[in-house]
């Protein structure tokens, strides 16, 4: 129990930033089409050696990426968007992640890659949560200024750097990467529940970038803790639980946001002189 | 001198189309060339030619002790993000970014010019606003305070003055009288043919070919004949190579 909290706050430090900037680069459906890519590598490392940390993290991030790199190759030297390609390729890739778990594996098997295991977290796989954290937070902190450049002012931030390809690419293998890191502990399919739910959240309390990112990190660790307890008290599946607390908190913020929030409308306030 | 910039039997196109069809001249450094021209006739792809952002299809653009990164450019329509939550001083501190880059923090010198251009476009008060809440001159005022901060020794401008109310553009327009003063060198996209007349002494006037090309009355004048009107616009995906050679 206590083990599942640290995972699950580990990830929320991680993921919680990188969903800001996927939901700020209008990239909020790629993280869900990444943590589908990641599938059949994480399968291949489970054929190769069973439910082992490493061939299986190993294998996600490999399968990850590949989807990313083939999607955006082929955006660019083809008419077709990168949306599409994306999807193309997600589709592929979790098709096959799903045949070579069928294969060979058990239904047991293929809940545990599809919606983890958050209350088996063992040491080596909360040491690899809390190093995927702390890489992220860090990388994140050396690409910040030509991210939000390339977000804002693309045009511009090829005027003055050449950063704007290589930084595009570090964001995306950060996005993997925390997806595999989440997959451990809440399953592809829900492991990008806790980058973007808080992320949506944040965005309706502060204009802020930087209080937008530390927001979504405590939204993270907030749902974290009050999934784990709700799990635990009415025994509910944990990691849904968690995935469910982080929706609840998206929910109100949408209702009762500072900024933008829909009950701030309903509220009568006079228009000002200037 | 810094800021001369030669264009050798330049094309620059799409899709092996020309846009810009065998191009040759200099200009001096210090110039204010306005470049003139119907829509449809290179003008804009001119401008992506010398910042590097088009190869050419044939021949080059060579500099005279200046290197692209002494070019400023402000884009017709700036592929702003304008929803994402970024103030007006942080818009205008990235035309820091060449003495900052990845992790210089602003210092007290920077910070100090970055409210003097902010001061100097008129928008004081507006340093904390969300970029998203400006009004489309306000904006192109923000992005000229980038421009001051970016001090760069050459500046293309892509129709700065297009929906831009008359005070705005007055005032926008002494800043690049006050930049001609400074011995930068200048291009500027227009379509106000009087503006042109009273404030630019030299004017380009392309319609894929170079027209004309000198002092602004006489290149305004070859305006009124202007063959350039007769250009057809769109391309000929059967037109034979070209193999003119300058």
Not at chain 1, 162 to 179: C, E, K, M, S, Y
Not at chain 1, 192 to 204: E, H, K
Request: aromatic residues 6%.
């Amino acid at each position: 129990m206590r083990r599942a909290l640290v995972g699950a706050c580990a990830l929320a430090v991680g993921s919680g930033p990188i969903g800001v900037f996927l939901m700020l680069r209008r990239m909020s459906l790629t993280g869900d089409a990444m943590a589908h890519a990641i599938l059949p590598g994480a399968a291949i490392g489970y054929l190769v050696s069973g439910l082992s940390l490493g061939a299986m993290t190993v294998g996600g991030i490999a399968a990850g990426l590949t989807v990313a790199l083939l999607s955006g190759l082929v955006a660019r030297v083809t008419p077709l968007r990168e949306d599409a390609s994306m999807a193309a390729f997600y589709l592929i890739s979790l098709a096959l992640g799903v045949t070579i778990v069928s294969l060979r594996g058990s239904n047991v098997d293929l809940l545990h890659v599809l919606f983890g295991s958050v209350l088996a977290l063992d040491d080596a796989t909360l040491l690899l949560l809390a190093g995927v954290a702390s890489l992220s937070t860090l990388v994140l902190a050396l690409i910040l200024r030509p991210l939000i450049l390339d977000c804002v002012d693309p045009g511009f931030l090829r005027s003055v750097s050449r950063a704007g390809l290589p930084v595009h690419l570090i964001f995306v293998t950060l996005v993997v990467l925390n997806l595999v890191a989440g997959f451990h502990a809440l399953g592809t399919l829900l492991s990008v529940g806790l980058m973007m739910l808080p992320a949506v959240s944040a965005r309706f309390w502060s204009e802020d970038i930087t209080a937008m990112m530390a927001l979504s990190v405590l939204f993270g660790m907030l749902a974290s803790a009050a999934g784990l307890l709700a799990s635990y008290h009415l025994g509910l599946p944990s990691g849904p639980a968690i995935i469910l607390a982080a929706g609840i908190i998206c929910c109100l913020s949408v209702l009762a946001g500072r900024r933008d929030g829909l009950l701030l409308r309903l509220l009568p306030a006079r228009h000002r002189t200037a | 001198m810094r800021g001369a910039i030669h264009f050798d039997n330049l094309t620059l196109g799409y899709d092996r189309h020309p846009a810009v069809h065998h191009l040759s001249g200099r200009i001096e450094p210090g110039s204010l060339l306005a470049i003139v021209g119907p829509n449809g006739a290179g003008k804009s792809t001119l401008l992506k030619g010398i910042t590097g952002a088009l190869k050419p299809l044939q021949g080059r653009v060579a500099f005279e002790n200046v290197t692209r990164a002494d070019i400023a450019y402000l884009p017709q329509a700036a592929d702003l993000d304008r929803s994402f939550p970024l103030s007006v001083f942080d818009l205008v501190s990235t035309g820091n970014w060449r003495r900052s880059g990845f992790f210089g923090r602003l210092n007290r010198d920077h910070r100090a010019r970055i409210h003097e251009a902010i001061a100097a476009v008129g928008l004081t008060g507006f340093e904390a606003r969300a970029i998203g809440t400006l009004s489309g001159g306000q904006l192109q005022r923000a992005l000229f305070a980038r421009l001051i901060v970016q001090d760069a020794r050459v500046i293309l401008l892509d129709e700065p003055f297009t929906a831009i109310d008359a005070k705005t553009v007055a005032d926008l327009l002494a800043l690049v009288k006050n930049w001609h003063g400074e011995a930068r060198t200048i291009l500027a996209v227009l379509h106000d043919l009087d503006l042109v007349r009273a404030q630019f002494p030299e004017t380009l006037l392309l319609a894929r070919e170079p027209v004309a090309w000198g002092e602004t009355a006489m290149v305004l004048a070859a305006h009124k004949r202007l063959a350039a009107r007769a250009m057809i616009e769109a391309p000929d995906d059967d037109a034979a190579p070209c193999t003119r050679a300058a």
